[in-house]
């Protein structure tokens, strides 16, 4: 219980960071419909576990730690969703109520096994928001299939913390460490010089959801939001 | 020449070389500048623009220098030799199989990291190269300065500065690449990281030993296996299962040590090697920020870059109008002198008034109702085309553009579409998937081109009223949405994202313009006028001897009845089929008078010119589409086509006949 409620939380506060601004209480509370008391006395309990850093009155923002466990938790509700639609044909309206229970019962294994046989999906099903990355230590998911029969355990776990360029902020640089989905797209990407250790540039993101254009090696690139959903770029803060 | 020619039908071209006929391939990234260059080695004209991805096919030119006969091949723009894409493939092929004497290699000099990827990958290939750095002045005036002695020196290859625009270093260029095709010198080997160099030389001893009968070059080969490129799998496992075997085990055993798939690795090598050689050969890398930013800045401005880009096609629209409008009054005044033959005359020399008044009428209508709509138009398309724009436009609407399945590069066929649909329809090449093709090439079918632009204009912009005219376009834009939608529901498939190089804002150079502008034109004085001309006497005399009339009256349930048009829009509408402008000329030809408020009501001009907006296209676009997508494709399309006009145009007569 004292975990569910702590992925709660942490998995609330991921979606409700935009830009690095601090999340209120009262937005916590609003979206968990919880008390506001019960809420501070939750965020200070995170604060000292090193999950959140927490301003009275002002609002809390994750720390490195606590990034990586929302994303955790977000990447399995966000996959489970995916496959209650896509897999069982289970109605759009209703995936993120069942996701939302079976999220905290999901082994990693099991996650690693869901995101192989979806296909690496990139945005969940019903609002289109992205998946995080896995934290298994590989540049594409190519590495990931040709690795998995060797037993992925072995393969040691990503110790950087990766989010992808569609949630980077206008002018925010990063380094490219994790590209996911299909062959094809993961090529030209390369060809256009988006190897793994380059450094990216978010320019600026179009209006109502557009691509996002990026500076890299010297030239202007414009990416679909489906692509920049797509490119993972490693970051030292929380935006 | 028939060396060339020979070489394409028995697949040798090495063989047949003689030192005085000389071949030449143009390589490179997209949008560096290629077809400028090609045009001023060869004098031709190629249309140009400042987008990614606009030469489609290969183009070929001659010319002679210094004593030889010179064939130039303007190859696409691509990024790599992977085979994702036909462009890649084709050059691929040409640069390995048909060995040209010498491999231009157009580079552009702001972005030179990038570009020497793909020249590593030519030097890869052992290509005949000659590095051309194009656009140096532009790259100056942003602070970077490149050291051509050191560049050259670190690639082994000669190096030329050029600016192409202006014809800057072009000689000098020829000049070198001779040099190359005569004297073939040996291109230096560009080693990669050991572990990565041990790998591939491993396999390429494979290779060597195992006397494999391709073209290609053993290194090369070992690279290419390791990158599991399946073209190249495919060939070699025809001939080699040992070397297939020997491949899987090198790229495991690669792909464990360097922690990375074999790909990536080598991609990520060559990176690392252009980026060394482009660090040192910079002399300055302080970027500064100039006038085209700022440009940048407004156009893809989350507000404003709606406006840029909305105000770019009214714009358009606007200045032929208005240009258009004040020439067409001025050359009217100026052949009011050509009077139509005395009514006197016509009664007792029909024949001859017939072919005096259509030869007169057709000049007159071409004189006035075409040139001076379609110069300012095209002047303005080659301005738009040649500045960068339209890569901002495809930016910013790309995602409205993915609500009809597209991405926002469609939208640079779409917006070429406007001057022509067939190079339009050929664009649509920059599409990744044949889904995509044949979406953009359906709504580009409903973008008004030209020809139909000079209809609207002739008929319902003169007659009734600018704002009208505007409004119809208005109409368009919105019908080539909405059956946008429905057509990406009924085309199965997945949409693709968009990766797409934003190209730099150029000053557009006045001759490239005026070039572009004149070549357009000029299909339009020899084809259109004198078949208009000859045509318009013969309808004369057809419609004297009610020859037409069975041919209106049948059509006429759907003209008269459902449109509310006169009984002479039948034959208007199949004249149209052939070039849409003939939709007005026809009418100027069959009442013999450019003044057609006399003939139609405001209401049958905006129904006629809707229609003829819409309708099935003219026959050089049917044909296109044909080619493209073959002939099913065509005639859905066509038939989408004749139904939406027909339910629109009916939709239109009867609301407008209720308000107006």
């Known amino acids: 219980m004292e975990q569910k409620t702590t992925q709660d939380y942490l998995k609330t506060i991921y979606n409700l960071a935009k830009n690095g601004d601090l999340v209120s209480t009262t937005e916590i509370s609003q979206k968990l419909e919880v008390a506001p008391a019960s809420v501070t006395e939750m965020l200070k309990k995170l604060s000292d576990d090193d999950y959140i850093k927490y301003e009275p009155y002002k609002g809390c923002i994750l720390t490195i730690k606590g990034l990586r466990e929302a994303q955790k938790v977000t990447r399995k509700h966000r996959l489970l969703e995916r496959f209650l639609a896509d897999t069982l044909h289970i109605g759009k309206d209703k995936v993120h109520k069942e996701a939302c229970q079976m999220e905290h019962a999901l082994s990693d294994e099991a996650e690693e096994s869901l995101c192989r046989l979806l296909k690496h999906p990139d945005t969940c099903a019903d609002d289109g928001k992205t998946i995080p990355a896995c934290d298994l230590p590989f540049s594409n998911c190519e590495e990931c299939i040709k690795l998995h029969n060797q037993g992925l355990e072995e393969v040691g776990r990503r110790n950087k913390n990766l989010i992808s360029i569609r949630e980077l902020k206008d002018g925010k640089f990063g380094k490219i460490s994790f590209i996911r989905g299909e062959h094809k797209i993961l090529r030209r990407l390369l060809d256009m010089g988006l190897t793994p250790g380059t450094k990216i540039k978010v320019v600026k993101v179009a209006p109502m959801d557009g691509p996002v254009e990026v500076a890299v090696r010297g030239s202007k690139l414009a990416l679909g939001q489906d692509i920049a959903c797509n490119v993972f770029v490693e970051v030292e803060q929380p935006s | ?660």
């Open chain 2, 1 to 660: 020449m028939s060396c060339h020619s020979n070489s394409n039908s028995n697949g040798k071209v090495s063989n047949c070389k003689d030192s005085n006929h000389l071949t030449f391939a143009l390589a490179g990234n997209a949008n560096v500048g290629k077809s400028v260059i090609f045009n001023q080695i060869t004098g031709s004209n190629q249309i140009i623009g400042n987008w990614p991805g606009k030469t489609v096919d290969r183009a070929e030119g001659t010319l002679s220098f210094e004593g030889h006969g010179i064939t130039v091949i303007d190859l696409p723009g691509i990024y790599s030799f992977s085979t994702f894409s036909m462009e890649e493939l084709v050059s691929r092929d040409y640069i390995a199989l048909e060995k040209p004497d010498a491999v231009i290699n157009v580079v552009d000099a702001s972005v030179l990291e990038r570009n020497l990827f793909f020249t590593l990958q030519l030097l890869e290939m052992q290509a005949p190269l000659v590095l051309c750095l194009n656009q140096v002045d532009v790259a100056k005036s942003r602070g970077i300065i490149i050291d051509k002695e050191k560049l050259q020196k670190k690639l082994g290859i000669p190096v030329v500065f050029v600016v192409a625009t202006r014809g800057e270093g072009i000689y000098e260029l020829m000049g070198e690449a001779v040099n190359v095709a005569l004297s073939k010198p040996k291109t230096k080997h560009l080693k990669y990281r050991p572990d990565v160099e041990e790998n591939i030389e491993k396999l390429k001893q494979v290779i060597e030993k195992a006397n494999l009968s391709l073209q290609y070059p053993p290194r090369w080969l070992a690279i290419k296996l390791l990158e599991g490129d399946v073209e190249i799998v495919k060939a070699v496992s025809a001939l080699s299962r040992a070397v297939i075997d020997s491949a899987i085990a090198t790229s495991k055993e690669m792909s464990s040590s360097c922690q990375e798939a074999c790909f990536s690795a080598i991609a990520s090598e060559r990176y690392a090697l252009a980026s060394s050689i482009a660090a040192s050969a910079l002399q300055q890398t302080e970027v500064k920020s100039t006038f085209s930013e700022k440009l940048d800045w407004l156009t893809t401005h989350r507000v404003l870059g709606y406006f840029t880009s909305l105000g770019i096609i009214a714009g358009l629209l606007l200045w032929t109008f208005f240009i258009g409008n004040g020439l067409s009054n001025l050359i009217s005044s100026g052949l009011s002198f050509i009077k139509p033959i005395d009514p006197a005359l016509s009664a007792s020399q029909p024949i001859l008034s017939i072919i005096l008044n259509g030869v007169c009428g057709g000049f007159n209508a071409g004189l006035t109702l075409i040139i001076p709509f379609v110069i300012p138009f095209y002047l303005l398309l080659a301005l738009v085309e040649n500045s960068g724009v339209l890569t901002r436009v495809a930016f910013v609407m790309d995602s409205a553009m993915h609500k009809m399945g597209l991405h926002g590069k469609a939208l640079i066929p779409i917006i070429l579409g406007y001057g022509c649909n067939v190079p339009a329809i050929q664009a649509c090449k920059i599409m990744e998937t044949r889904r995509e093709r044949l979406l953009a090439a359906f709504a580009i079918t409903f973008a008004p081109c030209s020809a139909r632009t000079i209809v609207l204009f002739g008929m319902v912009g003169l007659f009734v009223g600018i704002q009208w005219a505007l409004l119809l376009y208005v109409v368009d834009v919105a019908v080539i949405f909405a059956l946008g939608r429905v057509a990406m529901k009924v085309v199965p498939g997945k949409s693709t994202g968009l990766i797409m190089e934003m190209s730099s804002f150029k000053m557009p150079s006045l001759k490239v313009v005026l070039k572009q502008t004149w070549a357009r034109t000029k299909s339009i004085i020899y084809i259109v006028f004198p078949i208009y001309i000859v045509g318009s006497a013969l309808l004369q005399a057809l419609y004297f001897y009610n020859v037409l009339t069975p041919i209106s009256n049948a059509l006429s349930p759907l003209t008269v009845w459902w449109l509310g048009l006169p009984a002479a829009a039948g034959v208007l509408l199949i004249l149209g089929t052939v070039r849409k402008e003939f939709v007005l000329l026809g009418a100027v030809a069959i009442f013999g008078t450019t003044n057609l408020a006399l003939y139609f009501s405001p209401v049958q001009l905006v129904v006629m010119a809707l229609v003829a907006m819409l309708y099935i296209p003219c026959v050089s676009t049917v044909a296109i589409l044909g080619k493209e997508f073959g002939w099913k494709a065509a005639t859905t399309i066509s038939l989408a086509n004749i139904a939406a006009a027909l339910l629109i145009g009916g939709l239109a007569f009867r609301l407008l006949t209720l308000f107006v």
